[in-house]
């Protein structure tokens, strides 16, 4: 692979990446690195004509380059083998000039993390007719400052399947898109964190629809027709101010078919299998009796249902704290990894279901997203009762480090990096693959590095070897209850704090689920017969287990520098200071 980080600040002209893909006919390139920002600022906040001289490229990757403001011309006609197409975490915006398309054999396109305002005709992702981009199937638009989508979107790109839209400014979403056939084969729609007030009823023409992300936005009403999506596995309503309050409390602790079931039977009131066979009279007066009931109920019962759905987090202060766990950063990771985070967490229930599944997935789409495939940042998670303080984070040659890595035996990092890049190689072969492999997505983040950063406990044992894998000592299982967390980064403390409110607010979401779910007895038998719940500690009481309502305790960690002076404290004042309005942060 063309994996090539820019280092240093070379002559404008000289693009050592790109004579190497022209001279070996490689079909991966990816362009990152500090090197890479004033090379590209001064080719004008575009990239390199040459480039678009490599129509042998399937996969291309540019990320990280605060002075990409927009691709350049001559993209679309001089690659048009591209299947993916990664731009994130640059400064595109406001909008494409010139739009990306036509590309005809495009799959995958992700601009997640831009400056993105609007993509009109002409400075978008390509024309309607013909279609653009015919064979997408992934866009990933998340992180940018879109306020609206371009109707033209299912014309442009009609083999989406999965669209991305996390983190925007919508408002709504645009009528073409639930058109009946507009996207017949759309599988997966992420648009939390927005401002969507609405969800037309027209959601259902979106025939192939299994996950529905539509949490932390302004929805006051989700409709009864979203149930008659034949495919739809999960949706995720949370963060949202829902009218009918039953159906507010079931979003934060039922399941999706649940959920689907009680829209399906046309909302409280219903009748449940009835179906939605009422004409629009009845439909009608079925809406003004709940508006009725809401107004009679009272702001009490509001009050009531609201604190019975909210997420608890109650904040220990090391000053509060008998045995505060510290971490040491030492100068070695300065040109290596030099950012950290950590914070402790008491009180997860692991143990009832599949809670422990459902964290470890979590943790991996958290790697997937905000993370950017680990390119951003790195989440490590450890059973704190294996985790020996003071911890030293620090950085070592590869021949000198050694760990014991999530089920392999003790090995030293240089061999371990080796056996993975072997691994990941023979699996692109065997599913041949001509885009970059999961596994080649952050190994690449140690190429050329002297050293390598790990986190090192009491006894001298590596815990963690980010951004590659953590140590076995510290593994977590279904008796874990108590976490030590930590993020590692190159790019900036404050993305390891983002990230880290993101992990700790899963992590409550999680864990009111599985108390929730106990106490509904929506477990099957052999997990309830497994259960037998955390040990009760500080967060815990049988009281609070009872109404859901158990608080997560966050304690603080410190990170100090070589001469003990405190870099950072996790969580401060201002940490998990713009969690979702369902949250309550008790500190």
Same mark, same amino acid.
Request: aromatic share 2%; glycine share 8%.
């Given at each position: 692979?063309?994996?090539?980080?820019?280092a240093?600040?070379?002559?404008?002209?000289?693009w050592p +990446?790109? +004579?190497l893909?022209?001279?070996?006919?490689?079909?991966?390139?990816?362009?990152?690195?500090?090197?890479?920002?004033q090379?590209?600022?001064?080719?004008?906040?575009?990239?390199?004509?040459r480039?678009?001289?490599?129509p042998?490229?399937?996969?291309l990757?540019? !990320?990280?380059c605060?002075?990409?403001r927009e691709?350049?011309?001559?993209?679309?006609q001089?690659?048009?083998?591209?299947?993916s197409?990664?731009l994130?975490?640059? #400064?595109?915006?406001?909008?494409?000039?010139p739009?990306?398309?036509p590309?005809?054999?495009?799959? &995958?396109?992700?601009?997640?993390?831009?400056?993105?305002?609007?993509?009109?005709?002409?400075q978008?992702?390509?024309p309607?007719?013909?279609?653009?981009?015919?064979?997408?199937?992934?866009?990933n638009?998340?992180?940018?400052?879109?306020?609206?989508?371009?109707?033209?979107?299912?014309?442009? #790109?009609?083999?989406?399947?999965?669209?991305?839209?996390t983190?925007?400014?919508?408002?709504?979403?645009?009528? @073409?898109?639930?058109?009946?056939?507009?996207l017949?084969?759309?599988?997966?729609?992420a648009? @939390?964190?927005?401002c969507?007030?609405?969800?037309?009823?027209?959601?259902?023409?979106?025939?192939?629809?299994?996950?529905?992300?539509?949490?932390?936005?302004?929805?006051?009403? &989700?409709?009864?027709?979203?149930a008659?999506?034949?495919?739809?596995?999960?949706?995720?309503?949370?963060?949202?101010?829902l009218t009918?309050?039953?159906?507010?409390k079931m979003?934060h602790?039922?399941?999706?078919?649940?959920?689907?079931?009680?829209l399906r039977?046309?909302g409280?009131?219903?009748?449940r299998?009835?179906?939605?066979?009422?004409?629009?009279?009845k439909?009608?007066a079925?809406?003004?009796?709940?508006?009725?009931?809401?107004? $009679?109920?009272g702001?009490?019962?509001?009050?009531?249902?609201?604190?019975? *759905?909210?997420?608890?987090l109650?904040?220990?202060?090391?000053?509060?704290?008998?045995?505060?766990?510290?971490?040491?950063?030492?100068?070695? /990771?300065?040109?290596?990894?030099?950012?950290? /985070?950590?914070?402790?967490?008491?009180?997860?229930?692991?143990?009832a279901g599949?809670a422990?599944?459902?964290?470890?997935?979590?943790?991996?789409?958290?790697?997937?997203?905000?993370? +950017?495939?680990?390119?951003?940042?790195?989440?490590?998670?450890?059973?704190?009762?294996?985790?020996?303080g003071?911890?030293?984070?620090?950085a070592?040659?590869?021949?000198?480090?050694? %760990?014991?890595?999530?089920?392999r035996?003790?090995?030293?990092?240089?061999?371990l &990096?080796?056996?993975?890049?072997? $691994?990941?190689?023979?699996?692109?072969?065997?599913?041949?693959?001509q885009? &970059?492999?999961?596994?080649?997505?952050y190994?690449?983040l140690?190429?050329?590095?002297e050293?390598?950063?790990?986190?090192v406990?009491?006894?001298?044992?590596?815990?963690?070897?980010?951004?590659?894998?953590?140590?076995?000592?510290?593994?977590?299982k279904?008796?874990?209850?108590?976490?030590?967390?930590?993020?590692?980064? @190159?790019? *900036?403390?404050?993305?390891?704090k983002?990230i880290m409110?993101?992990?700790?607010?899963?992590? @409550?979401e999680i864990?009111?689920?599985?108390?929730?779910?106990?106490?509904?007895? !929506?477990? *099957?038998?052999?997990?309830a017969?497994?259960v037998?719940?955390?040990?009760?500690?500080?967060?815990?009481?049988?009281?609070?287990?009872?109404?859901?309502s158990?608080?997560?305790v966050?304690e603080?960690?410190?990170?100090?520098? +070589?001469d003990?002076?405190l870099?950072?404290?996790?969580?401060?004042?201002?940490?998990?200071?713009?969690a979702?309005?369902?949250?309550?942060? %008790?500190?």
């Amino acid at each position: 692979m063309a994996a090539a980080a820019a280092a240093g600040a070379p002559a404008p002209e000289a693009w050592p +990446e790109l +004579e190497l893909a022209e001279r070996e006919r490689r079909r991966e390139l990816l362009l990152t690195g500090p090197g890479l920002e004033q090379r590209v600022r001064e080719a004008g906040g575009r990239l390199p004509p040459r480039l678009f001289t490599l129509p042998l490229l399937h996969y291309l990757e540019v !990320s990280g380059c605060g002075s990409l403001r927009e691709p350049g011309p001559g993209l679309a006609q001089g690659l048009p083998q591209l299947h993916s197409l990664v731009l994130r975490r640059n #400064a595109l915006g406001p909008g494409l000039s010139p739009e990306l398309g036509p590309l005809p054999a495009l799959r &995958v396109l992700d601009l997640s993390g831009n400056a993105l305002e609007a993509l009109p005709p002409g400075q978008g992702l390509g024309p309607a007719e013909p279609p653009g981009l015919p064979q997408l199937q992934s866009l990933n638009l998340s992180g940018n400052r879109l306020r609206e989508l371009p109707a033209d979107l299912p014309r442009c #790109a009609p083999r989406l399947q999965t669209l991305n839209l996390t983190g925007n400014r919508l408002d709504s979403f645009p009528a @073409a898109l639930f058109r009946p056939g507009a996207l017949p084969l759309l599988s997966e729609l992420a648009a @939390a964190d927005n401002c969507l007030r609405e969800l037309s009823p027209d959601v259902a023409h979106l025939t192939s629809l299994k996950t529905l992300d539509l949490s932390n936005n302004q929805l006051s009403e &989700v409709p009864a027709e979203l149930a008659d999506c034949p495919k739809l596995k999960e949706v995720n309503f949370r963060g949202n101010k829902l009218t009918d309050r039953r159906l507010e409390k079931m979003v934060h602790g039922c399941q999706t078919k649940s959920i689907l079931e009680y829209l399906r039977s046309g909302g409280r009131g219903g009748g449940r299998g009835k179906g939605r066979t009422d004409g629009p009279e009845k439909e009608e007066a079925r809406r003004r009796r709940r508006e009725r009931r809401r107004r $009679e109920s009272g702001e009490g019962e509001e009050e009531e249902v609201g604190s019975t *759905s909210r997420l608890l987090l109650r904040v220990l202060h090391v000053s509060e704290n008998p045995t505060p766990l510290t971490v040491h950063v030492n100068a070695a /990771v300065k040109d290596v990894r030099p950012f950290i /985070v950590g914070a402790v967490v008491r009180g997860m229930d692991l143990q009832a279901g599949n809670a422990l599944r459902r964290f470890l997935t979590s943790q991996t789409k958290l790697h997937e997203d905000i993370c +950017e495939k680990r390119t951003a940042a790195t989440i490590a998670t450890h059973d704190l009762r294996a985790v020996r303080g003071p911890l030293v984070y620090t950085a070592r040659p590869p021949q000198d480090l050694k %760990i014991v890595p999530l089920g392999r035996k003790e090995v030293k990092a240089k061999d371990l &990096v080796r056996q993975l890049q072997l $691994e990941a190689e023979e699996h692109r072969k065997q599913k041949k693959r001509q885009n &970059v492999s999961g596994l080649h997505r952050y190994l690449h983040l140690l190429d050329g590095k002297e050293n390598y950063p790990c986190l090192v406990d009491a006894d001298g044992d590596v815990i963690s070897f980010p951004p590659i894998t953590n140590s076995e000592k510290t593994k977590i299982k279904k008796t874990t209850s108590d976490l030590f967390l930590e993020v590692t980064s @190159a790019t *900036s403390l404050q993305t390891c704090k983002e990230i880290m409110d993101a992990l700790v607010l899963k992590m @409550a979401e999680i864990n009111k689920y599985t108390l929730e779910s106990k106490e509904d007895g !929506s477990l *099957s038998d052999p997990e309830a017969d497994a259960v037998s719940g955390p040990p009760l500690g500080p967060s815990t009481s049988p009281s609070a287990e009872k109404d859901g309502s158990a608080p997560l305790v966050v304690e603080q960690v410190r990170v100090l520098d +070589e001469d003990g002076h405190l870099r950072v404290v996790y969580p401060s004042k201002t940490d998990l200071g713009c969690a979702a309005p369902h949250v309550t942060v %008790i500190r």
